[in-house]
């Protein structure tokens, strides 16, 4: 198991009351260890636990549209059940679901100030604006791999 923090580069890391953890749901495997690792962090910190669902684009990408449809469906009821579990455990987390945005780049774009935390799976694609995002947002990363390697 492997999982990687990298502190945002200055001392100025989005630490407001509110700043949130958040997490990129895409569909990958190695997004359910991001997940589970993003609701121990929010609860850790007294944070928010925001979930940002971007498999919506790369379903578009591989499947027509009654599957994607389809594909759609499957991926919330499955995070649904994940938090509904992570809720049972600790009933005062807040957690929100976030669509409508194709990647945390283009959300940490949009909101900087509201993420002290961005939590991806190993596997997460680079994302061109990705660096760029985390260094205007100040936030800090954890990239994680639970996943036994040979």
């Known amino acids: 198991m492997t999982d990687t923090l990298i502190a945002p580069a200055s001392s100025s890391a989005a630490t407001a009351a509110g700043a ?4 990129e749901a895409d569909g990958r495997t190695a997004s359910n260890d991001a997940l589970h690792v993003a609701i121990e962090e929010a609860v850790r910190r007294g944070a928010p636990l925001r979930v940002l669902t971007t498999w919506g ?18 991926s919330q009821a499955q995070l649904e059940r994940r938090l509904a579990r992570a809720l049972k ?8 679901s976030i669509d409508g ?21 190993a596997d997460h694609p680079d994302a061109a604006g990705l660096q760029t995002a985390l ?3 100040g936030c800090a990363l954890i990239t994680c791999d ?4 040979l």
């Open 101 to 121: 945005y194709d990647s945390a780049a283009e959300y940490l774009t949009a909101h900087p100030e509201s993420v002290q935390l961005l939590v991806l799976g």
């Open 89 to 96: 455990r600790s009933p005062d987390l807040d957690v929100q």
């Open 146 to 149: 639970r996943r036994h390697r």
């Open 57 to 74: 684009p790369r379903h578009r990408e591989m499947y027509d549209a009654s599957a994607v449809a389809e594909r759609d469906r499957l």
């Open 135 to 137: 260094e205007r947002s």
């Open 20 to 23: 949130a953890v958040v997490v």
